[in-house]
Every structure is written in structure tokens, then in C-alpha cells.
């Protein structure tokens, strides 16, 4: 099981660049705009955005494949849920009595597209920004709630870290089940009950090394004399830089021209249309 969200990429791209706070407002705005989009042409011109700005990261598109296999599963029940759950005024064809509908086919393309789109627009935070990149570029956007004595950079570390130990324990997961497999596990036979209930062994053994790695982490912190974000210093300061009012401006048109399509267009332009 290998999943690459949280991993760091090294590279020299207009993203790698960019200063985190950048990233993090251009990761929200893109998850905004992308659950925002109805219609078909919305989707296509999010699509091209998004892919086009993944393609300027210089990031292989094999780690995005990656993550997208530990969630294949929970992809395709939902789609076919909405395959056969969602009703329409259009009926496609017919399985039994069972009338499948233009609008659900419509609906399953519609949520695989979406959640695809999300995790490469959070995907790209993370490939190009490094952990404490990131946990600095979080605690300046939050500095404001430090007024109303909300803990900032702890809060900010504590997500920074979650981010981080998700490729950590999905080795450490990969690694359980090689090892379990290796003494007569059977993860692969049998119904999906049979299968969800053969990985209850791999828990005992991840939550063990979860807890493990929390310790470790926390007898180095305190060895280097970790205290929080009070009087800490930073070796690199956060700046803006010409690579940010780039991205701004390429965002900014993105955003008009989706706000424009849901001013103007149409809810629902149906790619089945001419089918009706």
C-alpha cells in the first residue's frame, strides 16, 4: 500500500518556489472551486487547471496513481451508488427491473472526477513543500487567533506531523501485511467481508508502531529542548516572491472564470443531452 500524499519532491518549479502560505491558500480555493463546479464545463476547465498545474510542478504523475489506489475502493462503492441509488427523469437502459438513469451515470463520472481533482490539488501542497515549510506557512495564516490565545504553532505542528506520518504508516502497514503474508496470511481470498475482516490482525501490530513512532518523536523533541512557538526563531523566514504573484495571478483568472460559469451558465449542462 503506497500512498504518496504527504511526501516532499524535491524540485525547482514555480511551486516549489512559491512561498507555503501561497500553496495553502491556493490548495483551499482549489477544493472550493472544484466542489463549486455543476456543470460539465466547469469540471472541464477545473480539470484542465488542475492538471495543467500539476504538469508545471514537474511532479511524476506516478505518486498521484499512487494515492489514488488506496482509495480506488471507497471510489468505486461510491460511483456505484450513485450509479444505481440516484434517481433522473432520463432512463439509459435497464438492468432487470432496475431502470438506470442518464443523470446517475452522470452523477458516479461527476464524483469520480471530483474526488480525483481533490486530491491532486491537496496532493501538490505536500509534493512540493516541505513539513516544515508547511507547519510555518500554517502558523503565520493562523497567527491572528493567537490574539484569542488559540495555541497557533502547536495546532500548526500537530497537522504538519499528521500530514508527514501518512506515508510513514502506510509503509508500516505494507510492511504488516508482507510479513503476516509470509507466515500463511490470506489477504486475498474470500468474499469483501471475509477480506475487511482478514486486515483486524494488521491493526494490533500498526497501532503498536503508531504509538512507538509518537515516543520516539517525542524523546527527540525534548532532547533538542522543544518548548512550542514561544521566543523559537526561524532559520528560514517566509517571503514573497515573484513565483507567488504568478500563481496568484494564473488563480485569479481561474477563480473569475469559474464564478463567471456559475453566474451565467446553466446548473446542469448534461453530457447525455443529446441522448434525451
Sequence with gaps: MKISLGRFVPGNSL????????????????????LLCKNWIEYAVAAVFVIGCFIASRVSFK???????????ILFVTAL??????????????????????EAISMSIKTILRVTLLIISASLL???STPVAITDG????????????????????MMSIALRFIPTFADETDKIIKAQAARGGDFDSGNVFKKVKSYIPVLIPLFIAAFKSAEDLSTAMESRCYRGGK??????????????????????AFASSIILMLVFLPNELSLFSYLY
Excluded at 138 to 154: A, G, Q, T, Y
Design 15 to 34: 511551486f516549489h518556489r512559491s512561498d507555503p502560505r501561497t500553496k495553502i491558500i491556493w490548495t483551499i480555493l482549489m477544493m472550493v472551486f472544484v
Design 63 to 73: 505518486f498521484v496513481f499512487q494515492s489514488l489506489k488506496a482509495i480506488l475502493v
Design 81 to 102: 451508488f450513485n450509479f444505481f441509488l440516484y434517481k433522473g427523469e432520463n432512463v439509459a437502459f435497464m438492468i432487470g427491473t432496475k431502470p438506470i438513469y442518464y
Design 126 to 128: 505536500t509534493y512540493t
Design 138 to 157: 500554517i502558523e503565520s495564516l493562523l497567527r491572528p487567533l493567537s490574539v484569542i490565545k488559540v495555541p497557533v504553532h502547536e495546532l500548526a505542528m
Design 231 to 252: 521566543n523559537r526563531t526561524r532559520y528560514k523566514i517566509l517571503k514573497f516572491s515573484s513565483a507567488d504573484l504568478i500563481l496568484t495571478l494564473i488563480t485569479l
